[in-house]
């Protein structure tokens, strides 16, 4: 004892040096605090002046400071008691009085979302949120999930983050059920903590802890060399609190550092999309021994993909081994051991208990993804915030081979126009199965190629082709040349399946035929016509065919017959539109000349006989792409018609026009404030009020007001406007003529004004979806399509199954059936018998017109009985805001994409609203293997899941929270067997599987096969 006094004496005249040396240090930093103190007052007061400026009331910045706002925390006290600081209030008016109010509530607006924003972990995301106007919780939770996920990807930030938006999902039901999600102490607390002085007042005290700690850490240091102290160190161990802890694990090496980190690619470039990737990262301690890591150790993985996070897998060996020694001997689970290859497994097998982890794989981190779109993707591995070593890893995946059914034309049009003897190109887009651009390789035994057959004879012809692939645009350009003029049908496969538009006509003309349809184009006015026969009519043969003639023109085709060569009468008169066709047949012998039909889906087919056909049909083409934008795909016509649109409207002014409305009383509301608007009010941004509410309209209030006026107008929870066909909630909807008497015709018009208005938004930029889903007879209406009995089969399906596929697929001649229908009460008593046609009740219905009589039933049921209401709605939505002969270009399925959308889905809000049945560890490893897998899924691939699972592919307006019931995820007793569902109760039974590869292959087959894995409905 008394030598290691003595040897503690003859230190001291250097330990009296050190602690000179660190008086001096701490001096230091007490100056330098000093002077950063000042600076932080100073910076207190720019942020309290830029407030008071920001809302007009600079001219109190000095009063307010003097009397202690110093900081917003401050200038928040003295404002909210303003009355108590008699220079400020005398000096204030009562506008001004009202001002200051508007002016802290909305501070404490702004920093009561900037304090949810840090609580969640989002702090990123603050200065992004209010470049883009959203300054509070009510604005932060009225913006779409679509909207926030472009402003975040406008950002350069994660779009399809799934914590952020469950997190607002959450926060939507808190402020919809007026949950306070903050007290107004922890608002003033976040204030102060804004302050520039308390960061320097931390910043001192953590240099002030610091020197302490480090003074005994070299203490500790010092110690450990005398003999015997490890040993004793190491007892205490276990008792020393979590931050001495740490201390001594930093000393001794027994912690895991970001480059004690080695990463096992399970995989070996390249690799194709379309599976499931792991990979692995093992984590060493300081001193070389294996780091036993689990899910509190900091470490994060994270995977990007052009800008948007890749949704994965994590597994921890630590937490693993802990719950292997917690499990009971029966339960099933993990066993995470090594494979023969030396990386560690992941997988499990059924009837397997939870096995210890070994010691070779305690310090495994296993990752798994699912990869559907082709490209780089960036993987970083980061311990306590730093990237472990060649962090972040660049992973480059290929496209998939060539998938016929997604690879097609770019803009694809039913009939190609070219002069004989011209090598005329074909550009085909190659896709693979997930839709990435997929490379052209030679093979020899499957490749592009095209039958072509001469229309009316289907005689085969050959015609010289070529093939070009342009390796830079994966785009390969077939050019095809035909040396005989005439008509002719292609289609073009790859290897023996069709591809997705790969089926057309092809007209190829002579000289003197080209020049004339070149001529017909180029003119001015338009007074074409062409002799020719009519050989067919409303079904019927003529016996004898009339002389008519053919009048064609950019907007219709005519065709008349003269009395007396004198005096014309129309015989029927067609569009020039998509779904106007041309089928061409053979030769009719007695006139000599080519014979064609022509049809458009609203009136009986007509068939003609004309020596020009093949320039009539083609000026016809020509007129029609003209019309369209030169294309006949969806995209190119959206394009066309929003630039049409612009066209139109590009000199009225599109300035703000301020609507006031009561949330109250919507419909009412909105109706009243837009009832005498003009066209060019129409025109310009609506800038919403909500009465009784606070707030400025930077485009989220607007957003709102269509959104909820749509609910109002089109869900029939909310009016009785429209209707569903049947019981089913997820039904489509369709004009309700049974209707409350308060609810006018004029409403039916002020709800097509507003799908027109959305559709003009779209066009200018500012997206505007409508947030219904109407019946496809209803949308066939619009644009002038025929209805007919096929449209039961989406807009009605249970009558569909019961009664129209029965009569179409069975024999209904012994049925007794007429063209009537009946009509009963609700007691089920006959009231009355109806004719479908005249004198239906005495026409009998047999085999041979029981697809007429399927086609007046459509009549009677989904059109007749709303035909005012279609033609309301008509004079709202084609009026002078969309001009009618635009929304003819598109046809039921493209009218309802154009104005709704397709259907998205949030998987953050599928996670808020499904139930799980079973609970066992297995299976919540399946659950976590499940939402990595669907992340990554397109918009077709969740259809058809929400399809495979629900029975219908679209979701209600209000997502899955709508679904009733809600879609039940349930462990399947099987082994890597197809996924099954019960559609009737929106069941998905989920088997176990060994890895994640096979479910996703699995749950891939299951929703593509479609039938396959249904277990009774």
């Known amino acids: 004892m008394n030598q290691t006094i003595a040897s503690a004496n003859r230190l001291n005249p250097n330990t009296l040096r050190r602690n000179q040396f660190l008086c001096i240090v701490v001096l230091c930093f007490f100056c330098v605090g000093a002077l950063l103190y000042r600076r932080a007052i100073q910076a207190d007061n720019i942020m309290v002046t830029e407030w008071l400026t920001r809302n007009s009331l600079g001219y109190i910045n000095d009063v307010v400071i003097e009397a202690g706002g110093s900081g917003l925390a401050g200038a928040l006290n003295v404002a909210k008691n303003v009355k108590r600081v008699k220079k400020l209030s005398k000096s204030l008016s009562r506008e001004q009085h009202m001002l200051l109010e508007k002016a802290v509530d909305r501070l404490q607006d702004e920093l009561e979302m900037e304090l949810w924003l840090k609580n969640n972990d989002f702090s ?39 914590v952020f938006f469950s997190q607002v999902i959450r926060l939507r039901l808190d402020l919809s059920t007026g949950h306070k999600l903050f007290h107004s102490k922890a608002v003033l607390a976040y204030a102060n903590s804004k302050s520039n002085y308390s960061g320097i007042r931390v910043f001192l005290n953590t240099v002030v802890v610091g020197t302490v700690l480090s003074g005994l850490a070299m203490l500790l240091a010092s110690l450990s060399t005398v003999a015997g102290l490890s040993s004793v160190t190491n007892m205490c161990y276990q008792a020393l609190p979590s931050t001495k802890a740490s201390i001594y694990e930093f000393l001794t090496g027994r912690s895991s550092g970001p480059h004690s980190a080695r990463i096992t690619w399970d995989w070996h470039e390249p690799q194709t999309v379309g599976k499931t990737m792991t990979f692995g990262v093992r984590f060493y301690q300081k001193n070389g021994s294996p780091y036993p890591v689990s899910n509190g150790d900091g470490i994060l993985i994270e995977i990007m993909h052009e800008g948007l996070k890749v949704a994965r897998t994590v597994e921890f060996a630590g937490d693993l081994s802990r719950r292997a020694n917690n499990a009971s001997s029966g339960d099933a689970g993990i066993n995470m051991g090594s494979s023969v290859d030396g990386r560690g497994d992941c997988g499990n097998r059924a009837g397997e208990g939870e096995a210890p982890i070994g010691l070779d794989a305690i310090n495994l981190t296993r990752v798994s993804f699912t990869v559907h779109k082709s490209g780089v993707y960036s993987i970083a591995v980061m311990v306590g915030g730093r990237h472990v070593k060649d962090s972040p890893f660049a992973r480059s995946f290929e496209p998939g081979p060539i998938d016929p059914s997604k690879t097609g034309f770019t803009h694809y049009t039913s009939t190609v126009v070219f002069p004989s003897g011209t090598s005329f190109p074909l550009v085909i887009e190659t896709r693979d199965t997930f839709g990435n651009l997929s490379a052209y390789k030679t093979d020899h035994k499957v490749f592009f190629k ?32 035909i040396d005989k003029e005439g008509c002719y049908q292609a289609v073009v496969s790859y290897g023996d399946v069709k591809l997705k538009n790969g089926e ?4 190829v003309l002579n000289a003197t035929e080209l020049n004339k349809v070149q001529k017909n184009v180029a003119k001015r006015k338009h007074n074409l016509w062409y002799e020719a026969r009519l050989l067919n009519q409303n079904g019927e043969k003529l016996e004898k065919p009339k002389k008519v003639f053919l009048y064609i023109s950019p907007k219709q085709l005519t065709i008349k017959e003269f009395y007396f060569k004198i005096y014309p009468k129309k015989i029927c008169t067609f569009r020039v539109c998509p779904w106007t066709k041309f089928i061409f047949n053979g030769t009719n012998n007695q006139f000599e000349a080519p014979t064609f039909c022509i049809e458009d889906g609203s009136q009986p087919s007509i068939e003609l006989a004309a020596k020009e056909r093949n320039t009539i049909a083609a000026t016809f083409s020509c007129f029609l792409l003209k019309s369209i934008g030169g294309s006949e795909t969806f995209n190119d016509k959206r394009d066309f018609f929003y ?27 909105s109706y009243r404030a837009t009832k005498h608007l003009n066209l060019g009010d129409w025109c310009k941004r609506f800038e919403m009020v909500f009465a009784g509410e606070q707030g400025l309209d930077w485009g989220g209030l607007s957003r709102e007001w269509f959104e909820i006026l749509c609910k109002e107008l089109f869900d029939p929870a909310s009016s009785e406007l429209f209707a569903r066909l049947s019981d089913n909630p997820q039904g489509l909807v369709h004009p309700n003529p049974k209707r409350s008497p308060s609810l006018k015709l004029k409403m039916y018009e002020f709800a097509g004004k507003i799908v027109g208005k959305c559709l003009f938004e779209s066009s200018v930029g500012r997206t505007q979806l409508v947030k219904a889903r109407f019946t496809r007879s209803f949308l066939a209406q619009l644009i002038g399509l025929r209805v007919t009995y096929k449209h039961f089969e989406t807009d009605d399906p249970e009558f569909f199954t019961t009664k129209i596929s029965y009569i179409e697929n069975n024999d209904v001649d012994d049925m007794e059936l007429t063209f009537s229908e009946e009509v009963y009460s609700a007691q089920g008593q006959l009231m009355k018998v109806i004719d479908l046609v005249p004198n239906g009740s005495k026409i009998p219905v047999t085999n041979s017109n029981k697809m007429r009589y399927l086609d007046a039933l459509a009549q009677y049921r989904l059109v007749q009985p709303v035909k005012e209401e279609v033609d309301s709605f008509m004079r709202g939505l084609s009026g002078e805001l969309i001009p009618e002969n635009l929304l003819s270009i598109f046809d039921e399925y493209e009218l309802e994409l154009l104005m709704c959308g397709t259907g998205t889905y949030s998987i953050a809000d599928f996670k808020l609203h499904h139930n799980v049945v079973g609970a066992s560890s297995s299976f919540h490893r399946v659950l976590d293997w499940f939402w990595t897998i669907i992340a990554s899924f397109t918009e077709e691939q969740m259809a058809r899941l929400i399809q495979f699972t629900t029975g219908c592919s679209q979701l209600p307006p209000g997502g899955f929270s709508e679904l009733n019931p809600k879609i039940q995820l349930s462990s399947a007793p099987t082994y890597n067997n197809l996924p099954s569902s019960h559609t009737c109760f929106n069941q998905l039974c989920l088997p176990d599987y060994d890895s994640m590869d096979t479910f996703h292959r699995m749950l891939l087959i299951a929703i593509n096969e479609g039938n396959q894995g249904f277990g009774m409905a």
């Open 124 to 162: 990123y995301c603050t200065e992004l949120l209010k470049k883009n106007g959203i300054y509070s919780l009510h604005e932060l939770s009225r913006q779409k999930d679509k909207e926030l996920q472009m402003v975040l990807e406008r950002g350069g930030m994660h779009g399809n983050d799934e």
């Open 450 to 481: 095209i039958k072509v057959k001469e229309a009316g004879t289907n005689e085969r012809y050959s015609p010289t082709t070529q093939i070009i692939y342009n390796t830079h645009d994966k785009k390969l350009v077939m050019y095809i040349k």
């Open 504 to 507: 057309f006509d092809i007209l």
């Open 643 to 669: 630039r049409e649109i612009r066209t139109t409207h590009h000199k009225r002014s599109h300035s703000s026009l301020l609507l006031k409305v009561d949330r109250a009383e919507l419909l009412v509301t």
